[in-house]
């Protein structure tokens, strides 16, 4: 058994307010992470114990279901998520955390640290997978911010 981790972590350059809700909305990360990375989200809540059922994009290395929890989340700073039952992705146990502290009132810190039981014959690559994966959320929720606050100006 091989237990494998990914962090990420930076500067973001939103609000924390703002990178919460973006990145809080669990039903709704299709929203950070669109197609062709993710083509489907079905989930109900951004409740405590909600299931999110992401179909991911044929053109991924792994396309297919995977099922994620909603585990805890704490004062607009904390929150954590997991892979629950079988997923198209080679990986067993996986769960992560997500973490935000404020540096001004435009720039957050966050990070996000995952680990999982390794069933890849690759497990270097899917620690870059993810890690890339992390960023993009950030980099992704920077740009649609910017989208916003450019357009309303």
Same mark, same amino acid.
């Given at each position: 058994?091989?237990?494998?981790?990914?962090?990420?972590k930076?500067?973001?350059?939103?609000p924390?307010?703002?990178?919460?809700?973006?990145?809080?909305?669990?039903?709704?990360v299709?929203?950070?992470?669109?197609?062709?990375?993710?083509?489907?989200?079905?989930?109900?809540?951004?409740d405590?114990?909600?299931?999110?059922y992401?179909?991911?994009?044929? %053109?991924?290395?792994? #396309?297919? !279901?995977? =099922?994620?929890?909603? *585990?805890a989340m @704490?004062k607009?700073? /904390?929150?954590?998520?997991?892979i629950?039952?079988t997923?198209?992705?080679?990986?067993?146990n996986?769960?992560?955390?997500?973490?935000?502290?404020e540096?001004?009132?435009?720039?957050?810190?966050a990070?996000i640290?995952?680990?999982?039981?390794? %069933?890849?014959?690759? #497990?270097? !690559?899917? =620690?870059q997978?993810? *890690?890339?994966? @992390?960023?993009?959320? /950030?980099?992704?929720?920077?740009n649609?911010?910017?989208?916003?606050?450019?357009?309303?100006?």
């Open positions: 058994m091989i237990v494998k981790s990914a962090n990420h930076r500067i973001v350059n939103v924390k307010s703002y990178l919460w809700k973006r990145m809080s909305d669990f039903k709704n299709g929203s950070l992470l669109p197609p062709p990375i993710i083509d489907e989200v079905k989930c109900e809540s951004n405590i114990g909600s299931l999110r992401l179909t991911l994009g044929k %053109k991924q290395k792994y #396309p297919g !279901e995977v =099922i994620e929890r909603l *585990e @704490y607009e700073s /904390f929150f954590v998520y997991s629950v039952d997923s198209c992705l080679p990986v067993k996986y769960i992560a955390n997500i973490e935000f502290r540096v001004s009132q435009k720039q957050t810190e990070s640290s995952s680990n999982w039981i390794d %069933k890849s014959s690759s #497990p270097e !690559e899917m =620690i997978m993810f *890690e890339s994966l @992390y960023e993009l959320m /950030f980099l992704n929720a920077e649609q911010y910017l989208e916003i606050n450019n357009n309303g100006s």
